[in-house]
Structures are given as C-alpha cells and as structure tokens.
C-alpha cells in the first residue's frame, strides 16, 4: 500500500520508541522483489515491486515519529534499520558498561577479599608474637624470681657464716687468752672488731672475765694472762671496760693472789692514764691502789 505522512510530527527519539522500532522489524512483514533494493516507488516503476510494509495502525504511528520529515516509502526502510541500529548500539553501550561495572566490582571485591586475609594474617601473625613476647616475659621474669630467691638465700647464707665466723673469732680469743697466747689473742681480737665495727664489745669482755674465772684451779694464772692481754690493747676505753669488770671480780676474793692483780692493773692503769691525769684509768688506779 502507498502512503505519506502529511503532518509535522515533532519529538525526540528515546530508548522506548527505539524499542517499538525493533518491535516494528520483529512484528512487521515486508517483501521486496527487486534486485535493485528492498525499497521501491510505485509512482516511478512501472509494474515493477512495490515497498509493501505490513504493519498495524499503532506501529505504522509510532515508526512515523522516528523522524521529522514526512515519512515516504522510499526511504521508510533505511530509517528503520538506522533506528534499529542506533537501538542496538546503544543497548550494546549500556551492556558494555554494566559489565565493566560488574568488572570493576568484582575487581573491588577481590581486592576486598584480598585485604581481609591479609588483615586476618596480620592478626594471627600479631597474636603469636604477642603470645611469644608474654611467653618470654614470663620466662624471665621466673628466672629473675628464682635468681631472687637465690640472692636472698646466699645473702641469709652468707650472713649466718658471717655470724658463725664472728662466734668463731671471739672463742678463739677467749681460747688464746686462757691459755696466755697474748699475740694469737690480738689477732683474732682485731679480726673480732672488725666484725663488730668496735660497737657493743660489752658482751665479749663480760665472756672474758667469765671464761677466766670459770675454773677456780686456773682462775690465777688466767687472770695473769687476761692482765698481760688488756697492757697490749691500744685503746683506752676498752682497756677501762676490761679493767673495771675485772675489779668487780677481785674485790669479791680478798687475798693475796688478788691484792697482787689489783696491784698489776693499778700500775697499768696509770701507765695508760700518764697522758690524761684527770682520765678514768687514773681514777681506776686511785680506787685500786687506795
């Protein structure tokens, strides 16, 4: 069948016409016979094919505002297939870019993916140093306890030889003092001081005069050896402690013996005071000698 469109048909063309244009070549029947083209004009060919479009009222509206310009036979076609080719290039473009978005996402998730296992090793990797690091700690800090322990223990040990070495060094002064070893008595006498920082030697003198008066049968000659002990000692304080517990023991025993030990102690005290007249050896040796 001929036909024009006669009117002004204006719009734009968008995806939904161009889909109805496709429908169009999908839905439409058409035939052409000639070898020249699908497309003839009956106005111009004699006897020869006609365009025949077999198409309904609704698509033949809807092909029609494919373009502005009236609609002919002769070119009805090509319109058509540059619609449809349009259609398909830009459906092709929209394809194209959802799969190089879903390209692009997958790309993302990867990467996702990728830097959550290695988050998780990282992680992992932390908690095993940090579980070695506690280990360690732990070690050593139990090693340093039992290094502690074994500190205060040979300090305990070392005090408690210590204390039996200063009861060592004061039985062997009164050892050497009893059995008159002067020179072995200062030895370990001075060893004995140094222990005990010259400090509280009350309870060694006390022990001495003691351990000479112990046994009545060597009282005698121990007191003579005690005697000769305190004449070496340098200092005159520990002399006058000496002295004076001893004169507490003399005067207990009146005798001869005594009154002679009295006499010896009396002549060292003022030996010993001849620098000092006013010193408490001179006043010993008043109260002796008196």
């Known amino acids: 069948m001929r036909y024009s469109n006669q009117g002004s048909v204006t719009g734009t063309r968008s995806l939904a016409l161009l889909l109805s244009a496709t429908a169009l070549l999908a ?4 035939s052409a ?3 020249s083209g699908p497309f003839g004009d009956a106005s111009t060919a004699d006897g020869g094919p006609e365009c025949t479009v077999q198409v309904g009222s609704g698509l033949l509206k809807q092909l029609g505002t494919l373009t502005d310009a009236p609609l002919e036979c002769s070119n009805a076609w090509t319109k058509l297939l540059l619609g449809f080719h349009y259609t ?3 459906l092709t473009e929209c394809v194209e870019r959802e799969e190089r978005t879903r390209a692009d996402q997958s790309s993302n998730n990867f990467c996702e993916l990728l830097l959550d296992d290695l988050r998780r090793q990282m992680r992992q990797e932390r908690q095993r140093l940090t579980g070695e690091s506690d280990q360690r700690i732990q070690a050593v800090q139990l090693e340093l306890n ?3 322990s074994r500190s205060v223990q040979l300090q305990d040990n070392v005090g408690a030889v210590q ?3 200063t009861k060592l060094y004061r039985e062997l002064v009164l050892t050497n003092v009893a059995i008159g070893d002067t020179k072995q008595a200062h030895e370990y ?3 004995y001081l140094k222990r005990q920082k010259q400090t509280d030697l009350a309870p060694l003198y006390e022990a001495l005069i003691r351990f000479v008066y112990r046994k009545a049968s060597h009282q005698q000659a121990r007191v003579d050896s005690l005697l000769d002990f305190v004449r070496h000692l340098g200092d005159a304080d520990q002399k006058l402690a000496i002295y004076r517990l001893l004169k507490v023991e003399l005067d207990k025993r009146p005798g001869t013996e005594s009154a002679s030990h009295s006499v010896v102690m009396a002549f060292d005290a003022v030996d010993a005071a001849a620098a000092g007249p006013n010193s408490p050896l001179q006043k010993l040796y008043l109260d002796t000698s008196g």
Not at 27 to 30: F, I, L, P, R, V
């Open 189 to 191: 006498y001075q060893r």
């Open 88 to 90: 398909r290039k830009n």
């Open 33 to 35: 016979e000639t070898e």
């Open 27 to 30: 839905g439409g029947a058409w």
């Open 163 to 165: 204390q039996e070495l």
């Open 146 to 148: 039992e290094e502690k």
